[in-house]
């Protein structure tokens, strides 16, 4: 799954196929003191016995449905309320999720998953085959607003056995197709006739996940409950609190005084802020790859980005390595590609962009940009080459990139702008109009390679995922060779060329991949880090009785 992040990582709490937009870690809060816990209402008896878990992110989630959730902080949420047929375990391996088993026939054409018999949605209904069946259905349904109907396009034919058996056949061989099936099953009952884009469960939702909605308090924070009924055992932790707070220093001031007990740290906080006794007495602070990386992305509609010799060009002029140095103090790495260093798709033969201004200056040139008035700014057919570039509020590494790469590019005598919204507004009213000339983004990507839903041509309608428009033949044919292919080592091969195209067309600027730099309160015992991250078993850490701190309600 992708999915737009809007702010540095924490890490997902359990990795399933989707890719999403980020903002951050994920999303105007107001900082209230603990010391006013109030019992404003009797704390329900599945929590009494347990402690919370406070985490913060710097974007409030726009949807609780995960075929609609396209962005970091929905998906985080979803991936707490809801469940897939499977998912990947903490070494990266797929495993049995509302599914305990499954049979994969005829080459790959066919899988038949095995359902299990335990789960209930958090009504109380029974989950059953009806649920798979319809959240398929509504995958494939063109009226459906789902940026993820493309991993399931290839299905010819679903077909419910019995109410704990289905059987998938596909069109041809799909690598993705098992690991796609991670994809959040949504309730039949409940959302049969309904448009997705109104239903209340959008903002009140009902899934089969650890845990339970409770309260959505707009602008402030969003509260889940155990569901002490989850197929997977009975969640450690008694509640649940995602607050939304926008800016790092608040964020950063609420973990000094323990208000937040889990986050994302920016490369200065981890490095330099956190270094004190009182953060290493209070807090586990931990260090790896993020699975995702930072972008501009250019809308390819734009004149200015149209020809490649001036996005090539753009891409010689900014250093990414002082990026990677000033911004994320050496915690990171420069990006080559929508590939990662260290992942089997990955090309290690393809070069670094060089930081290279006077060929930048040529390229421009040769494309028609030059100085011709002498005022220190290129211009062409009377037009300065000026363009303003959007990224999200919240995002304090993210703003400081931005500000390298306008100095730099005016070095050149490009003159760039940056603009800084809020994360909602910059999604809905930019980037899902396309009313933008470049945006400083970043992806959380899938663990299995597939780009098909951000560089595929059919995928530039309204509300997919390639909405700088990127189209060309050869990446599309490349793209579904991809996943026609189930040998590793052949699909490598085709993505290592993938990867070298869109290097070389560059419809993105491929900027960098951060390190994730979660931390988590000392408390909490049952951290486990693993390739899949620290919060790969989420639902299974605990506190003992001598250290809760929540047994009432947060202040709201």
Same mark, same amino acid.
């Given at each position: 799954?992708?999915?737009?992040?809007?702010?540095?990582?924490?890490?997902?709490? =359990?990795?399933?196929?989707?890719?999403?937009?980020?903002?951050?870690?994920?999303?105007? !809060?107001?900082?209230?003191?603990?010391?006013?816990?109030?019992?404003?209402?009797?704390?329900?008896?599945?929590?009494?016995?347990?402690?919370?878990?406070?985490?913060?992110?710097?974007?409030?989630?726009?949807?609780?449905?995960?075929?609609?959730?396209?962005?970091?902080?929905?998906?985080? &949420?979803?991936?707490?309320?809801?469940?897939?047929?499977?998912?990947?375990?903490?070494? &990266?391996?797929?495993?049995?999720? &509302?599914?305990?088993?499954?049979?994969?026939?005829?080459?790959?054409?066919?899988?038949?998953?095995?359902?299990?018999?335990?789960?209930?949605?958090?009504?109380?209904?029974?989950?059953?085959?009806?649920?798979?069946?319809?959240?398929?259905?509504?995958?494939?349904?063109?009226?459906?607003?789902?940026?993820?109907?493309?991993?399931?396009?290839?299905?010819?034919?679903?077909?419910?056995?019995?109410?704990?058996?289905?059987?998938?056949?596909?069109?041809?061989?799909?690598?993705?197709?098992?690991?796609?099936?991670?994809?959040?099953?949504?309730?039949?009952?409940?959302?049969?006739?309904?448009?997705?884009?109104?239903?209340?469960?959008?903002?009140?939702?009902?899934?089969?996940?650890?845990?339970?909605?409770?309260?959505?308090?707009?602008?402030?924070?969003?509260?889940?409950?155990?569901?002490?009924?989850?197929?997977?055992? =009975?969640?450690?932790?008694?509640?649940?609190?995602?607050?939304?707070?926008?800016?790092?220093?608040?964020?950063?001031?609420?973990?000094?005084?323990?208000?937040?007990?889990?986050?994302?740290?920016?490369?200065?906080?981890?490095?330099?802020?956190?270094?004190?006794?009182?953060?290493?007495?209070?807090?586990?602070?931990?260090?790896?790859?993020?699975?995702?990386?930072?972008?501009?992305?250019?809308?390819?509609?734009?004149?200015?980005?149209?020809?490649?010799?001036? /996005?090539?060009?753009?891409?010689?002029?900014?250093?990414?390595?002082?990026?990677?140095?000033?911004?994320?103090?050496?915690?990171?790495?420069?990006?080559? !590609?929508?590939?990662?260093? !260290?992942?089997?798709?990955?090309?290690?033969?393809?070069?670094?962009?060089?930081?290279?201004?006077? =060929?930048?200056?040529?390229?421009?040139?040769?494309?028609?940009?030059?100085?011709?008035?002498?005022?220190?700014?290129?211009?062409?057919?009377?037009?300065?080459?000026?363009?303003?570039?959007?990224?999200?509020?919240?995002?304090?590494?993210?703003?400081?990139?931005?500000?390298?790469?306008?100095?730099?590019?005016?070095?050149?005598?490009?003159?760039? =702008?940056?603009?800084?919204?809020?994360?909602?507004?910059?999604?809905?009213?930019?980037?899902?109009?396309?009313?933008?000339?470049?945006?400083?983004?970043?992806?959380?990507?899938?663990?299995?390679?597939?780009?098909?839903?951000?560089?595929?041509?059919?995928?530039?309608?309204?509300?997919?995922?390639?909405?700088?428009?990127?189209?060309?033949?050869?990446?599309?044919?490349?793209?579904?060779?991809? /996943?026609?292919?189930?040998?590793?080592?052949?699909?490598?091969?085709?993505?290592?060329?993938?990867?070298?195209?869109?290097?070389?067309?560059?419809?993105?600027?491929?900027?960098?991949?951060?390190?994730?730099?979660?931390?988590?309160?000392? /408390?909490?015992?049952?951290?486990?880090?693993?390739?899949?991250?620290?919060?790969?078993?989420?639902?299974?850490?605990?506190?003992?009785?001598?250290?809760?701190?929540?047994?009432?309600?947060?202040?709201?």
């Amino acid at each position: 799954m992708v999915t737009l992040q809007s702010a540095q990582t924490r890490t997902p709490h =359990r990795s399933k196929t989707p890719l999403f937009l980020r903002a951050g870690s994920l999303f105007l !809060g107001v900082c209230l003191p603990l010391a006013t816990l109030a019992a404003a209402s009797p704390v329900p008896p599945n929590t009494a016995a347990r402690d919370w878990l406070v985490v913060s992110g710097i974007s409030e989630p726009r949807v609780l449905l995960p075929l609609m959730a396209s962005e970091s902080a929905s998906a985080e &949420l979803c991936r707490l309320l809801y469940n897939g047929l499977v998912k990947y375990d903490k070494d &990266l391996r797929l495993t049995g999720d &509302l599914a305990e088993s499954w049979e994969v026939l005829e080459g790959g054409l066919v899988i038949i998953f095995h359902l299990r018999h335990d789960v209930r949605w958090h009504d109380g209904q029974p989950f059953t085959a009806a649920d798979v069946e319809f959240t398929y259905r509504k995958l494939v349904d063109p009226e459906s607003p789902t940026p993820y109907g493309g991993d399931f396009e290839k299905v010819s034919s679903l077909e419910v056995i019995d109410a704990h058996t289905v059987r998938v056949t596909y069109k041809e061989p799909f690598a993705p197709g098992l690991a796609s099936w991670g994809m959040g099953i949504i309730p039949k009952h409940l959302l049969d006739g309904q448009d997705l884009r109104t239903t209340p469960l959008a903002r009140r939702p009902i899934g089969t996940g650890p845990f339970k909605f409770r309260s959505w308090t707009p602008g402030r924070r969003i509260d889940l409950d155990a569901y002490d009924g989850y197929h997977g055992g =009975r969640p450690g932790v008694g509640r649940y609190v995602y607050r939304v707070l926008p800016d790092p220093g608040t964020a950063f001031l609420e973990l000094q005084t323990e208000r937040v007990d889990h986050t994302g740290l920016t490369a200065l906080q981890y490095a330099r802020q956190t270094d004190t006794a009182f953060f290493d007495r209070t807090y586990a602070k931990y260090r790896y790859p993020s699975f995702g990386y930072n972008y501009i992305g250019y809308n390819l509609e734009d004149p200015l980005f149209a020809d490649r010799r001036v /996005r090539k060009a753009l891409g010689l002029a900014i250093d990414k390595r002082e990026i990677v140095d000033a911004v994320l103090m050496g915690l990171g790495r420069v990006s080559t !590609g929508p590939f990662l260093p !260290g992942t089997w798709a990955y090309d290690e033969r393809l070069p670094e962009t060089p930081h290279d201004p006077e =060929r930048a200056r040529r390229m421009l040139a040769e494309a028609g940009w030059n100085d011709t008035d002498g005022d220190g700014w290129l211009d062409k057919d009377g037009r300065r080459f000026t363009f303003i570039l959007l990224t999200n509020h919240g995002n304090e590494q993210r703003r400081m990139a931005a500000e390298i790469i306008q100095r730099r590019l005016k070095e050149v005598g490009i003159d760039m =702008r940056i603009r800084i919204l809020e994360w909602g507004t910059l999604l809905k009213e930019h980037i899902d109009k396309r009313d933008f000339q470049a945006v400083l983004m970043a992806w959380n990507l899938s663990r299995d390679p597939d780009i098909h839903d951000i560089f595929h041509s059919s995928k530039t309608a309204p509300g997919q995922f390639n909405f700088v428009g990127y189209r060309s033949p050869e990446a599309d044919r490349l793209m579904e060779e991809g /996943r026609r292919v189930f040998d590793e080592t052949e699909r490598a091969g085709i993505y290592r060329k993938l990867h070298r195209l869109l290097a070389e067309d560059e419809p993105y600027l491929f900027l960098f991949v951060a390190d994730a730099l979660p931390v988590v309160h000392r /408390r909490f015992r049952g951290v486990e880090p693993a390739p899949a991250g620290i919060g790969h078993n989420l639902e299974s850490w605990t506190v003992e009785s001598a250290r809760r701190r929540y047994v009432r309600e947060l202040a709201s």
